[in-house]
């Protein structure tokens, strides 16, 4: 025994010198407690500037490699490596958020500011509310424990009447969160629409550049996507750090400012490594937003060629090209939801267990240690103390844990806002007359691409003039390389030649659709220019509608113009019966589907009649009419003071008409006054000549036989 005694002497010892270490340590800690708290916050605060200023450096030095890499080129596209660049949390990305901010949140008197102060007081009553419900839940057990029934009574009373205020919050909350996403989508649709429809910026971003495929997706779903994005974001940011916030500092002094430092450093390291593990979600969604729209497109290019395809049996063909683009699309998607599932097994594995084991040893320290400023007696003080602190630390976690899952939410949004946000600069570009379009065919010439890098001159005159103006096809093509002509009011002008001579692109410039690529152009404005197509536009709307467009029924009436007046018109070209088949003026109908190709040409001139402008641009409108209603159409038109410029190959035509603009599809052209009888005189001529020309070859086959 004497010897076991001897072998435990020296353990005591040391168990006892450990105690007493631990004990002058802490003693020795607790006298410079303000001095060390300091510190430690203070190399806190140093460390997340220096992390800023570090973050800042690294931005600024991809922003310059970035443009280095731009001046040198790459094999890359512009638009991919836009998207790739976009979908990062870097200062882009903030760049454009604050450019959709500013429009979405317009100014300090905007209705969508009233709506985020309004939830933004919401979230701080939804907080405080919480905090004291957690006091109140620690009450409740601590009544329990004492066994005090009346007080647990009262307290169960008071936590029913607390609830009142509690649930109209979160109404509150989810009603602002819904209101200001449909305010979002609301001023962000009104600014694309306003960009989107003026200046022909439609038409350039379809027909002029190809960095846009899908425009109709991104101002209808993505647009839709961003605004609940970025509301939900709002809520499911600010609330949790708030809560966080409020909650800590509660922590801090219940449990002390230590255990708590302790705490975050642990839950700071383990989040760290989450981000690094953490996919980027954000490039996955603008890639899945880009397959979506892509699957789209195809579904709408079968549909405006679905009668083509069906002549050339091309059913097959086309289903192999959507079932691939759909594959490609489900391929990704199934990529997506792998990378989910590992890493919301990391997250919660993490948030819940890990980050709630460490909570429930900060709980626990009020009471296995002195905390300075707390007095605890008894078991029910205890209780208390750690039911609220409990509650109280579940609560800070569960808003952090929002918070951490806020980054896959901020990675989602940074998609669509790349996405949105490439749609305006875009839009931008076309309205400043930037444009990147891939040309094909000879445009890679020396010569061509002289001519596509100029640019003209529009000046606004009387007459039309174009003086040496090339015309230029849409893949690139130079088919004129120098245009001039003039027309006149009062002098008709009748365009003719080839398929792919010019004539569109000719049109095109005149309705400002197309860029000038060098001369000058002299023409009236826009409102004293009307275009009718061989197949006319018919829009959605009531048979009225579809004479005065684009006009709508206030201007029809500022225009002093009846229905009476319409019927008049209607009666020029012999369709005023349409007004009482169709169920009057209000009827409303899928016209295109309605009305055969002749009466759509007629409800086409009929349109012209009613604006009478002083030039109009006739594309082989007259092709399904009798020759008497044609008579009647350009009679009426030129009645009406209309100069006429008209692409037709009908001889019937030509009488109404003074000069003649003729294209030989070899890039050469004649601009000269038209003889109509002349020209009809020569035209049968040269018919008669060539029908004896194909007789030839019999002739001297008979003759041949007659003379063996």
Known sequence: MAAQSKILLPSQVS?????????????LYLKHRTKISRTVYLTLLVALINRIRNAISEQKAASIHQAQVRQRGTSTTEGEATMRKRVELNLEFFKN????????????????????????????????????????DGKLVSSLVRGKGRDFFLGLLWWMVVAVPATFTNSMLSYHQCKLSLQYRTRLTRHIHSKYLSNMTFYSLSNLDDRIKNADQLITVDVARFSNSLAELYSNLAKP??????????LSRSVGGEGLFIMSLLVQVSANVMRVLTPPFGKYVAEEARLEGEFRFQHSRLIDNSEEVALYYGHEAEKETLDKGYFTLIKHVNRILRRRFYHALMEDFVIKYFWGALGLMLCSVPVFFKVPGQTLRGTGDRTESFVTNRRMLLSSSDAFGRVMFSYKEIT?????????????EVMDDIQAGHFEKKLVSS????????????????????????????????????????????????????????????????????GGLWPIYGGKVRKPPFSDIFYIPQRPYLSCGTLRDQIIYPDSLRDMRDKTVTDNDLLKILRTVEIEHIVDRTGGWEAEEEWRDVLSGGLQQRVAMARLFYHAPKYAILDECTSSVTLEIEK?????????????????????LWKYHDNILQFDGQGNYIFTKLDAERRLELEDEKEELELQLRAVPEIARRIAELTA
């Open 15 to 27: 168990e006892t010198s450990i105690k007493q270490l631990v004990s002058a340590l802490t003693d």
């Open 97 to 136: 958020l604050l450019r959709l901010l500013r429009i979405v949140i317009p100014g300090w008197r905007s209705k969508e500011l009233r709506l985020l102060i309004s939830h933004s007081f919401f979230l701080i009553i939804r907080t405080l509310i919480s905090l004291h419900v957690a006091e109140l």
């Open 241 to 250: 750090i708030l809560d966080m916030i409020i909650y800590n500092y509660s």
């Open 412 to 424: 989602e949004l940074a998609g669509y806002t790349s996405r949105v946000s490439t749609l305006l």
């Open 443 to 510: 445009a890679g010439t020396d010569e061509n691409t002289e001519v596509l890098q100029g640019r003209g001159e529009v000046i606004e005159s009387e007459n039309i003039e174009f003086v040496d103006v090339p015309i230029v096809s849409p893949n690139g093509d130079v088919l004129v390389r120098k245009l001039t002509f003039t027309v006149r009011p009062g002098e008709h002008l009748l365009i003719v030649g080839p398929n792919g001579c010019g004539k569109s692109s000719l049109f095109r410039i005149l």
């Open 632 to 652: 009647a159409m350009y009679d009426n038109a030129k009645a009406l003071g209309i100069t006429l410029m008209t692409v037709s190959h009908r001889r019937s």
